[in-house]
């Protein structure tokens, strides 16, 4: 190699992903392939439809006893999140009607089980496709991961297999791949002659579950790294900086010396973060905040209890009624429920009615099963969705109702309305939740202490029409996702207006402090939830507002929480009256730039303890 071509490969190269966790990390890099399958496809006779069914449930049952025995095996110091990834795969691989249209593939279409289940994991991806909600859209991944398991294991190939391709090294570990299953990266991380200290995707989103498992091992990620492969070879020096979105390669001398000073501060901030689980969020001046978990699967309350949450701010129901061809019963539900409130132990739950329709339809074998069945709309976003959804199907509403009503007996339930534009929804919510209650009662059904009723302040018209919905709604959540898209009137999954959907916007925030403004002064609880409530450089702003309750993805909890602790109110006041006073999202994003110097990581924690 010529001198010249020694210094072309060895520039340094940067690629740019999307940051899971955060945080800098510098090794050797190691590539796991995901060893994608060439599934095999031919036809069968009728004769041999009962062989492959066979093939098939054995097929099943062996890739249960590998999970069965990875989980026994697992690290004892690994958060519970690890053994509940696995156990959510041997749930979706115990469902019956995965095998069972599985089974229905290959007697109807004659075909082998490896290829009659790439059908099924098709039309399922077709039905997921649909839903507007990234993180229950990306829940298509797990069923993925599952089908290619028991593919591998119809093929020969143990799952396991292509861990060992992975070179023992002595330095530190950057594990680079296209895709990888939470199970391979458990795995990958038990082999005591890896040091894994960073993960690079090319393929994935922030809200899979190996994204998430990773957060949940605190080890700095990046997803979406376009053509890392093809840049990246095993035992190549890289830097990760998850913080800045990238990942160099052959990084400088003085990267390096940099990056070691970030990591030992980033070791620092991690023990400082870990002690803040048992700590109150509670402001300088003794202002106490509520710092709530939104959760979309029971699945998810080991997150809850990891952090310390103060409660569930937002229970999302959709996943009882999605990806299946029924409906859910109440008793299917009421256990569902049943499992969050037990969890919880008495402290707040807040139940969101099942927000269908539009982005996240029921399968069209659910739909057949409902009266008047909708034709498909030309305009979801602004169509039969949320309460309106309830309401034109009203047995889906009672059915949940009766089922949060049961579980909740003895407690306090708050159920939560989604997409709520006028008191006459409330109202006509209101009659129907009476009725549901009566009928319990008269069925001498244990019932809940209390209930609330609350609304999610999503759209333009519920502020507008405020005083009018405070009279007849016992608490509100702004949900600022749907806020800013309806209004800056943009679909946020559109990559082509993705540029316009602006958190910062100065009409996003007006409407959030109005809403603030008008439901504290009525002496009623108004909570944050959404993505922008985990941000810790708005922190400071919504608690100058007056809000008291920020309602976030568990993992967001901690770094909120010591964001909490160095805020004075009055200061936080006079922050939120000037953010107010910008006339354009580049000024906000400025400012609160220029704010965060004024936070750190701090020893509050040891001071509690």
């Known amino acids: ?94 469902d019956p009607t995965l095998l069972a249209d599985t089974n229905e593939l290959i007697k109807t279409e004659l075909v082998n089980a490896e290829w009659a289940l790439s059908l099924r994991l098709e039309r399922v991806r077709r039905d997921f496709e649909q839903i507007d909600d990234d993180y229950l859209r990306q829940r ?39 895709r990888l299953d939470p199970t391979d990266m458990l795995q990958l991380r038990e082999r005591d002659d890896l040091d894994i200290v960073g993960l690079v995707l090319e393929e994935g989103s922030v809200t899979s579950h190996s994204a998430i498992l990773a957060h949940s091992l605190e080890i700095p990620t990046l997803v979406g790294v376009t053509g890392l492969r093809e840049s990246a070879a095993n035992n190549q020096r890289v830097l990760l900086d998850a913080d800045a979105g990238v990942i160099e390669l052959n990084p400088t001398p003085e990267q390096l010396k940099d990056a070691r000073l970030r990591m030992r501060e980033q070791r620092r901030a991690k023990r400082q973060l870990r002690k803040l689980k048992d700590v109150s969020a509670v402001t300088t001046d003794g202002t106490d905040v509520v710092l709530a978990a939104n959760i979309a699967l029971p699945d998810d309350l080991v997150d809850v209890h990891r952090v310390g949450a103060s409660g569930i701010g937002l229970f999302r129901t959709e996943f009882l009624y999605l990806n299946r061809e029924d409906l859910p019963g109440e008793e299917e539900q009421f256990l569902a429920y049943q499992k969050i409130f037990r969890s919880m132990r008495g402290k707040s739950v807040v139940i969101r009615t099942a927000d269908l329709g539009g982005d996240k339809m029921l399968s069209r074998e659910s739909m057949a099963l409902l009266r008047n069945a909708p034709v498909e709309e030309s305009n979801p976003a602004l169509g039969l969705r949320g309460i309106r959804f309830s309401f034109a199907y009203p047995e889906l509403l009672t059915t949940q109702l009766r089922a949060i009503l049961r579980a909740g007996a003895g407690a306090v339930v708050n159920i939560l309305l989604p997409l709520v534009t006028s008191p006459v929804e409330v109202r006509r919510f209101r009659e129907i939740l009476e009725e549901v209650r009566a009928s319990l009662e008269a069925e001498e059904a244990k019932l809940p202490e209390a209930v609330n009723v ?14 009018d919905l405070i009279p007849v709604l016992d608490f509100f959540s702004l949900g600022t996702n749907d806020l800013v898209q309806y209004t800056l009137a943009v679909d946020r999954t559109n990559a082509a207006v993705s540029d316009y959907y602006e958190e910062c916007h100065p009409a996003v925030l007006r409407l959030i402090a109005e809403t603030i403004r008008r439901v504290t002064g009525a002496g009623k609880s108004v909570s944050v939830c959404g993505e922008m409530a985990g941000r810790t450089d708005l922190t400071e702003f919504f608690l100058g507002l007056g809000c008291r309750v920020l309602s976030m993805d568990a993992s967001r909890i901690p770094s909120v929480k010591n964001r909490v602790l160095q805020i004075d109110s009055e200061d936080a006041t006079d922050f939120s009256r000037g953010i107010l006073h910008r006339r354009s999202a580049e000024s906000v994003r400025r400012a609160l730039t220029e704010r965060e110097t004024r936070f750190q990581v701090n020893d509050h924690a040891e001071e509690s303890l």
């Open 1 to 94: 190699m010529t001198e010249e071509l020694q210094e072309e490969a060895q520039a340094p190269v940067q690629l740019d992903g999307l940051t899971v966790y955060p945080g800098v990390a510098a090794g050797t890099v190691q590539i796991f392939a995901s060893s994608d399958l060439d599934i095999p496809q031919f036809a069968i006779e009728k004769s041999q439809v009962r062989g492959e069914i066979l093939r098939l449930r054995n097929a099943v049952s062996a890739v249960d006893k590998q999970m069965a025995a990875m989980t026994d095996t697992l690290d004892e110091d690994l958060p519970a999140e690890a053994a509940a990834f696995i156990e959510v795969h041997r749930t979706i691989l115990k």
């Open 140 to 178: 298509v991944e797990d069923i993925a991961h599952v089908v290619q398991r028991v593919q591998r294991t119809l093929a020969g190939r143990r799952s396991e297999a292509s861990l060992l391709d992975v070179e023992t090294v002595e330095d530190k570990v950057i594990l680079v791949s296209d």
């Open 454 to 467: 609350g609304g999610m302040v999503e759209v333009p018209a519920a502020v507008a029409v405020l005083r």
